[in-house]
Each structure stands twice: as structure tokens, then as C-alpha cells.
């Protein structure tokens, strides 16, 4: 065999032998569910406190019995608003190491796995975009009215 052929070879055998980097399932499922994550907590935290101070025993108040409620409440929303933008910000690399890893393949070398790395950055980006919306909306809301008259 020449030289010329064993190099070409073996430069074919390391294109091909060389592992992928794919997407890790922790980042894709951060990406995923960190956002509404957040916002089933700020739902969940806020309407418990507000029906607490609020509604005590089943009979409505004006004004909620913890004086504090309201510090309380936007701090709340501030931290599930930082972990919703947190897992936006990892969605949002994760399609965009996945745009880099296909950029460096020829079109026919795409398998399945790849696809999935795609697809699932999408998937994070659109789920995280959604509830993060849904994150400001409902702290525009705590701004707007009093947690006692939900």
C-alpha cells in the first residue's frame, strides 16, 4: 500500500470514528423545565400566602393580616423570575450548540440523535419563552392589584 493511501484511510477511519458532541439530558431538561417549573412555584408560593393572610378561616378580609405580605409576594416573583430567565438562557445555548455541532456536518451525516439535540433545544426555547411571559404577566398582575382581592 503507499503511503498516500494508508494516510487517506486513516483520516477517513478518525472522520468517522470521531464522537459527535451532543446535547446533555441535564441541560436539555433545564432548558425545558426550569421555566414553568417557576411559574408553577410563583402560582403555587403567592396564592397559598394570599389565601392565608387573606382568607383566614373562610371569611374574606380587606386588608391581609400579614403586614408584610406583599414584600413577601414580589420577592417570590423576583426569584422565579430569575430562575425562568435562568432556564431560558440554557435553552437558548442549548439550540445554539446544537446550530454550531450541525454546522460542522455535511448534510448526509445528520443521524437521529442529532435530530432529537435539535428538536429538544427547540421544544426548551419555546416552553421557556411561553412561561416566561406568563412569569411577567403574573407579576404585572401582584403589581396591579391587592393580593386580597384575587
Given at each position: 500500500m503507499s503511503p498516500a493511501r494508508t494516510h487517506a484511510s486513516s483520516a477517513a477511519q478518525s472522520s468517522t470514528s470521531a464522537v459527535t458532541p451532543r446535547l446533555r439530558g441535564s441541560h436539555a431538561l433545564i432548558g425545558m423545565l426550569a421555566a414553568p417549573f417557576a411559574w408553577v412555584m410563583q402560582m403555587g408560593i403567592t396564592e397559598a400566602m394570599a389565601a392565608h393572610s387573606c382568607f383566614p378561616r373562610n371569611h374574606p378580609l380587606t386588608a391581609p393580616i400579614l403586614p408584610w405580605l406583599d414584600a413577601a409576594i414580589l420577592a417570590v416573583n423576583f426569584v422565579c423570575l430569575?430562575?425562568?430567565?435562568?432556564?431560558?438562557?440554557?435553552?437558548?445555548?442549548?439550540?445554539?450548540?446544537?446550530?454550531?455541532?450541525?454546522?460542522?456536518?455535511?448534510?448526509?451525516?445528520?443521524?437521529?440523535?442529532?435530530?432529537?439535540?435539535?428538536?429538544?433545544?427547540?421544544?426548551?426555547?419555546?416552553?421557556?419563552?411561553l412561561f416566561l411571559f406568563a412569569l411577567i404577566a403574573t407579576d404585572i398582575a401582584v403589581l396591579i392589584v391587592s393580593p386580597c382581592r384575587w
Open positions: 430569575v430562575l425562568g430567565c435562568l432556564g431560558a438562557f440554557v435553552a437558548w445555548r442549548n439550540v445554539r450548540f446544537v446550530k454550531r455541532i450541525r454546522s460542522g456536518m455535511p448534510d448526509h451525516e445528520s443521524d437521529e440523535k442529532d435530530l432529537l439535540d435539535g428538536f429538544l433545544a427547540r421544544v426548551g426555547v419555546m416552553c421557556s419563552t
